[in-house]
Each structure stands twice: as structure tokens, then as C-alpha cells.
Nanobody
Framework: HVQVVESGGGLVQPGGSLRLSCAGS????????MGWYRQAPGKQRELGAAITSRGSTNYQDSVKGLFTISRDNAKNTVYLQMNSLKPEDTAVYYC????????????????WGQGTQVTVSS
């Protein structure tokens, strides 16, 4: 099973940027499609971006053109570059290995990491 540790969150002003990292261990992260999820207070966890093992990407409409997911297989790490952040991007961000069925993506692990808190506020 892929085990991950998320990092890079923090407090940022609206319009600012953050780069999140997801470091994998255990099974080789590079073999798995990976996704960045986020969970805002009182809301369900949702997938924001996904990247296949070959680097093809998919984004939720609300983050298209603002967030960029990438991976460095040599470092067993997946990144999420977030630009033009808005208060509504405030959430705990998690990464997980994912699998795609049709047009939908699903997490493959039931156990989630601790995530990394992103707070967008002036």
C-alpha cells in the first residue's frame, strides 16, 4: 500500500500561492495515479486534481487554470501548485492514490494521512 505524508500548507492572503507536497513511501508512488483532495469545514472531501502514472492530469472545474498537479517519480513525490488562492480554497488538503472508472476518480486507500491545512485569509 502507498503511504503518504502531506506538507506545505499554511496561512496565505487571498491571491497568494502555495505549493503542497505529497511524499510517498512503501509501494512505489510512481506506479500509481495520485490525487489531491480537500475537505473544507462542514463539507465532504472532494477531489481537486489527479495525475496518472504517466503524467496525464485532470482537474475539478473550480481549480482549472489555478492549480497545477505534477509529480517527480524519482523523488516519489506529487505536488500541487496553487495560485490565485481564494478564501473558499481554505481546507485540509490530502493526497491519495486514485483509480479512474469512466469519468470518475476514486481513492484506492481507506486510510488517509493527516493532511495539510491551507487557510486563505486576510
Amino acid at each position: 500500500h502507498v503511504q503518504v505524508v502531506e506538507s506545505g500548507g499554511g496561512l496565505v492572503q487571498p491571491g497568494g500561492s502555495l505549493r503542497l507536497s505529497c511524499a510517498g513511501s512503501g509501494s512505489i508512488l510512481s506506479l500509481n495515479a495520485m490525487g489531491w483532495y480537500r475537505q473544507a469545514p462542514g463539507k465532504q472531501r472532494e477531489l481537486g486534481a489527479a495525475i496518472t502514472s504517466r503524467g496525464s492530469t485532470n482537474y475539478q472545474d473550480s481549480v482549472k487554470g489555478l492549480f497545477t498537479i505534477s509529480r517527480d517519480n524519482a523523488k516519489n513525490t506529487v505536488y500541487l501548485q496553487m495560485n490565485s488562492l481564494k478564501p473558499e480554497d481554505t481546507a485540509v488538503y490530502y493526497c491519495n492514490s486514485v483509480i479512474r472508472y469512466g469519468s470518475s476518480w476514486f481513492p484506492t486507500r481507506d486510510v488517509w494521512g493527516q493532511g495539510t491545512q491551507v487557510t486563505v485569509s486576510s
